[in-house]
């Protein structure tokens, strides 16, 4: 949010040079056609379908279609009927099998899904998930001797695998692989039995933007069609598969809204033990939503992978009752609070050194011996909310240097680190996020990469964050149903974004903080319909700005709660300006 004052100081004349921070693009809405057929609703949300190119009432269905009986059939993954075929043989033979997960969310979540459905077939099922810190991302040889050892014959792999062709050709003799996964697919195929990625060019599923566990989900539902009929419910871990969705920032468009839909439901009605232990440390009451997923229990998930051993996630959501899951609920409450410590630590020693940056500087590269691995991606992402340019954060102890990256808007971070491949030990990732490792000798080298690639891709114009605004709104439009018809396109996330309206020549009547140390900021407003307020986290110290009769145009997105009975709207403040700013432009200019 922007500092409502226009005039600059004295040093923040001088210092107009240096990197400053992100500046945003308001972009508003074509003007609204009279079109039949959506009458139905409010003037408000007929703004915001033809925003998103709904005209007409054929249009809405795809929006409003998310059951997942109406999914695609799973066997139109390439090699998922010789998957089902390898685990069914495995299991009517009694062999072990391992499922191989990944420290993330997505990860922890696929391993989870395919392990309890695997065990209600009555398979021998092991898990493992490689340790962050001592093993790093990826199929890891030594971990499948290790398994075999414990007897797995059959190994499946999540959220990992399809660029492991090495240690897939390495793996012990006898040891059967299947790779359930959705990175990015190299130019060489992986040795293994069975590849189940949608992102394979000669996949014939019609959708490739599934997670990692949404492609375990799939696995299930052919099993159970196929092969255990009757014997697995894939469903029962759909609390999990929509968590673990959310949390890796995949479109939430076409099948990922069904899976997350169904998701929310069992989180609001019957979640599992581990899910609903999560819930009660975050202090979260139903009705749970995406944004609950993304922000609170995605990162608790996150943050044992991140702080010691994603392991201990794993165990929260494999428990089988509330007395088990609850005190591991407990710790993982405990680690997340360290991450966020860590992570502000390195964000306030980074914004040091990025800020004494040029402004013409297209991309972040900085590092530190003592930034802890865990939370390098997190704090690039904090950089990033901040400055608007691609980051790269490293953690620069011993000879290897390993960093996360995090991405702004049309910029793709591997096709960056491939044009930087041959300087590097390894990377991957996706567009907005990817990891990688390079020499410390090789690091300056790296960085002038970076650097030289971003700038030839970027420019300046590049570094003002869009706002795309959906709709405009007086107060007196912003009711409880509005809120619901909005709901009829949730849930929303990347690919699917909350809708954004917009009111102009707005009056504060008070301004006031709230919260530990004052951190959040609470606006009372009015119009020429009605009153308003809103509220914008981490935004405390904008309160001295809006003095009782300022004017300000405002973007917002709506929100809607319960209170002694009553449902009553809140706007949850995204940008402000001074009334009838300048800056205000048409989509598409």
Known sequence: MENVDTQLSPRAAIMRAVLKKERRNWILPEPLRALPGLEAFSPVFRQVLHARGVTRQAQLAPWLETDLQRAPDPFLLKDMAVACDLIAEAIHGGQRIAVYGDYDADGVTACVTLARGLRAAGADVITYIPNRFTEGYGLNLEALKDLYARGARLVITCDCGTNSVDVARDRPAGMRLIVTDHHEVGADRPPVDALINPKQPDCAYPFDGLAACGVAYKLLVALERSAFPGKLDPAASLDAVALGTVADVVPLHAE??????????????????????????????????????????????????RMEDAMLALDLLMADTRESADPIAQRLQEQNAQRQQLTAEIVSEARVEVAALDNATAVIVMGANHWPLGVLGL?????????????????????????????????????????????????????MAAGLTVLADHFGEVKAGLEEYTAARLNGAAFSRPIRIEASAAFADLKPSLHHEIQLLAPFGVGNREPLLLSRDVEVTRAETFGVDARHLRIHLRDRTATAEAIAFDKGASAPHLAAGRRIDMVYALQCERWDGLDRVRLHLRDLRPAFHPALVLAGV
């Open 256 to 305: 990922n809204r069904a899976i997350v839909r169904a998701g929310l439901h069992r989180l609001n009605q019957t979640p599992g033990p581990g899910c609903a232990a999560l819930l009660a440390v975050a202090g979260i009451r139903p009705p749970v939503t995406a944004e609950h997923l993304a922000f609170q229990l995605g990162p608790r998930i996150n943050a044992a992978g």
């Open 379 to 431: 704090a690039a992402s904090k950089l990033v909310e901040e400055f608007y340019r691609p980051t790269f954060v490293f953690n620069t102890e011993g000879d290897e240097w390993r960093g996360s990256a995090r991405s702004i808007e049309g910029f793709h971070l591997v096709d960056c680190l491939r044009h930087c491949a041959p300087l590097l030990r390894r990377f991957g990732g996706h567009a």
